[in-house]
């Protein structure tokens, strides 16, 4: 089975600090879930139109191609979340890869797909990913679950705390191109204390997902 470092490194991870606001909410033998939430000022229409152009938002680092140009989302039932990755050489053949598939959409309110992201493409473990739209005063609220579930071969506590971060940071993508909700950084806002930023506490939490690869790959 491929090991978590090298499978990361094919798809050019880079590391980045886990924001204290990501939050692996539950665990198991044999999967996970991640969770995290953000505050946009933009109706839920206008969010709705953003999240399903990926192109404009999802990190570069976390694509085949090293360009999020190349992410394309069909938003109805079956519809594909993928990347066409372009070829190389004198005649060149396009790739192409599939993050994910759709099984429910309803404009405004509600993405569902399924498929394994990242580095769980190689293994037989598969995740939903659920992003629900909220109308709030002043904007939309944004709740993005993962939940991960099958074989992968690698430790819970590692994997989940990895892809947590991953995820978390695509939503953050998703929130900076529609602009939060009082100009802040308020991902997982709900979660913090009163006056008080994920930022702030960032330092205690740090943990890059790079240290994380490292220790899986000993």
């Not at 089975?1 to 539950?26: D, E, F, N, Q, Y």
């Amino acid at each position: 089975m491929l090991r978590l470092h090298a499978t990361l490194a094919a798809i050019g991870i880079a590391t980045l600090a886990v924001p204290a606001s990501a939050k692996v909410v539950a665990t198991s033998e044999s999967g996970f879930v991640t969770r995290a939430s953000a505050s946009v000022a933009a109706t839920p229409r206008e969010t709705w139109l953003a999240l399903i152009k990926p192109s404009d938002w999802w990190n570069d680092a976390h694509t085949w191609s090293a360009d999020a140009g190349n992410m394309t989302l069909v938003p109805s039932a079956g519809g594909c979340f993928c990347e066409r990755i372009p070829g190389e050489g004198d005649i060149p053949l396009d790739g192409s890869a599939q993050h994910a598939v759709v099984v429910q959409a309803v404009p405004d309110r509600a993405l569902r797909l399924r498929g394994g992201l990242g580095p769980l493409q190689a293994v037989p473990a598969t995740g939903v990913l659920t992003v629900t739209l909220s109308e709030i005063d002043g904007g939309t609220r944004i709740d993005w679950e993962y939940n991960v579930g099958g074989s992968m071969g690698f430790e819970i506590a590692q994997i989940s705390e990895a892809v947590d971060g991953v995820m978390n940071q695509q939503l953050r993508g998703l929130r900076d191109r529609l602009g939060a909700l009082g100009g802040g950084d308020n991902s997982d806002a709900s979660d913090a204390p009163a006056g008080e930023s994920d930022e702030a506490e960032a330092p205690e939490e740090e943990a890059s997902v790079g240290d994380q690869i490292d220790a899986l790959a000993d």
